[in-house]
């Protein structure tokens, strides 16, 4: 569709008339525009001009050539959600005096019009177009520096460095998985009960988050306050596998990364990453998981409803990741990056991403009214995407890249934070999920490797002294117990008897059919 044709067949006379108002400064206006289509060729005349463009581009307002300096460099489409996370705001504009409320055109109309620039102007702008003003995520080295002084929550922040325990356990998983130590639920593709606490007590650093972490004090009845205020202690609650982070995580990742089989055996990629422990076997099972690993982290957000809603169709969780992932590999390592500064680089590098294909028509936190046929919103549009694409975000930041270790992270408990974001309709729950309390994460070494801003990987290892002594008769003498981590005590356990708290003896009947598998 030529220029003229646009103005012609997608406006009335009237607006047509407010285009030559804003046109009239930079073009002399011919004797006869009396006709809509007359009025049309002088509008494309004007904007098609190379030295009537140019005017107009320099009398823009800033914040509005750099909306078209945006719009140029992504395509000729300005994402407003991008544009305002960037610099806060899109370009003003003057309100009608009308008694109604109505937006008068502004010379940006006449070069972007439904969020896009007018194809036959983007040849004309090349000259005059800067490149776009580029965004880059800061952090700081010492988290203190980024903690606001003397907020109450401060001392309350706990920090997680996971590049050891993540890798550990990931291996951990998988030995257990070996040794047949873990069963998998028979209709799903979870840990039985049983199994995930014999994964939960083996873990080298536990998990983020306890039993009692996640019930607010608040919530409890006064008899029991009362008693837990006597005996100083948070109630007793018994963990569930479903409420745990690293347990649930590091499952999770394992199959959809093919390090598991469903129901719990090893693939041929598990094996040989057990037994070799190579960067490059665990670069390949992340990057599986990345793509095509087959769960949807947003049923792990509790408050979401609307996930079962009749005709709901869901993006793929892969292209979720894969977009999560790109936005790390464009972040600094080994410094603190705000979550919120996050959030922000995601949208402004175009990373953003749909979780319900076609926006958020179905989920919804809350409630959701309807009014005729059509349902109202039940949050503003910036309060949904904190609830739905933030708390995705965090679900995969928190359970399953610092679950294996590529990213140190520093939270609250969910009980201890109020999220920044809410529904319109009060909220009657103490927390949206379990990850509402992340603030700051750091990409470390193994996670710099992963995201692909390293090309090789080497592990912190701890000097090369013995650990155990082989003796003649088939003892093995534990030489430094503090570097008996639970893989390494598993091992043992698959080829060994243990005899007191310091020493195994080899067993044949163990041994044997461990060589053998």
């Not at 060729?41 to 050539?65: C, E, F, G, H, V």
Request: glycine residues 6%; contains cysteine.
């Amino acid at each position: 569709m030529s220029l003229q044709q646009l103005f012609y067949e997608n406006y009335t006379n009237d607006q047509l008339t407010t285009f030559i108002k804003l046109c009239t400064a930079f073009a002399p206006l011919p004797p006869k525009t009396t006709l809509k289509q007359q009025r049309a060729n002088y509008l494309a005349d004007t904007l098609l001009n190379p030295q009537a463009l140019a005017q107009i581009w320099q009398a823009m307002d800033d914040l509005s050539r750099k909306a078209v300096a945006s719009a140029y460099h992504n395509g000729g489409v300005l994402v407003a959600d991008a544009f305002i996370a960037q610099y806060g705001r899109l370009p003003e504009r003057p309100k009608s005096s009308a008694w109604y409320y109505l937006q008068s055109p502004i010379l940006l109309d006449l070069i972007i019009q439904h969020g896009q620039i007018l194809p036959e102007l983007m040849p004309g702008l090349a000259d005059l177009v800067p490149p776009p003003d580029r965004f880059q995520v800061t952090g700081v080295e010492e988290l203190s520096a980024a903690l606001p002084a003397g907020a109450d929550w401060v001392d309350k922040v706990r920090v997680a460095e996971t590049e050891k325990a993540g890798r550990h356990d990931l291996l951990l998983l998988l030995q257990l998985v070996e040794q047949r130590a873990v069963k998998f639920s028979s209709t799903s593709d979870k840990l039985t009960p049983g199994s995930g606490t014999t994964l939960l007590e083996s873990l080298l650093d536990g998990d983020f988050l306890s039993p009692a972490d996640l019930v607010a004090e608040r919530y409890v009845s006064a008899r029991a306050a009362l008693k837990l205020e006597r005996e100083s202690a948070k109630p007793e609650v018994k963990w569930k596998y479903e409420d745990s982070i690293r347990p649930f995580g590091l499952t999770t990742f394992a199959l959809g990364a093919g390090l598991l089989k469903g129901y719990g055996s090893l693939t041929e990629l598990g094996r040989a990453y057990l037994a070799g422990q190579e960067p490059e076997q665990l670069l390949e099972a992340f990057e599986t998981w990345t793509k095509e690993g087959p769960f949807d982290e947003i049923t792990r957000i509790d408050a979401i409803r609307g996930l079962r809603s009749r005709g709901i169709r869901f993006t793929k969780p892969g292209m979720r990741r894969e977009h999560i992932v790109e936005a790390l590999s464009w972040c600094p390592t080994d410094v603190w990056i705000d979550l919120e500064d996050f959030y922000r680089a995601l949208k402004i590098w175009h990373f953003d991403f749909d979780v319900e294909e076609g926006g958020i028509e179905k989920l919804y936190i809350g409630y959701r009214y309807k009014s005729g046929d059509y349902y109202e919103a039940w949050a503003n549009s910036e309060n949904m995407w904190l609830l739905i694409n933030g708390l995705y975000i965090n679900a995969v930041l928190w359970e399953y890249l610092a679950a294996i270790g590529a990213l140190d992270i520093a939270y609250l408990p969910p009980t201890e934070v109020e999220y920044q974001a809410s529904p319109y309709a009060d909220f009657d729950d103490d927390y949206y999920s379990i990850y509402d309390g992340l603030l700051f994460f750091r990409i470390n070494p193994l996670g710099a490797y992963l995201f692909g801003q390293a090309g090789d990987y080497g592990a912190a290892m701890p000097a090369r002294t013995p650990v155990l002594r082989v003796d003649a008769d088939r003892l093995l003498q534990i030489l430094d117990p503090a570097r008996v981590t639970p893989i390494l005590k598993a091992q043992l356990d698959q080829i060994a008897v243990p005899e007191g708290e310091s020493a195994y003896r080899l067993d044949a009947q163990k041994l044997l059919p461990a060589f053998e598998e």
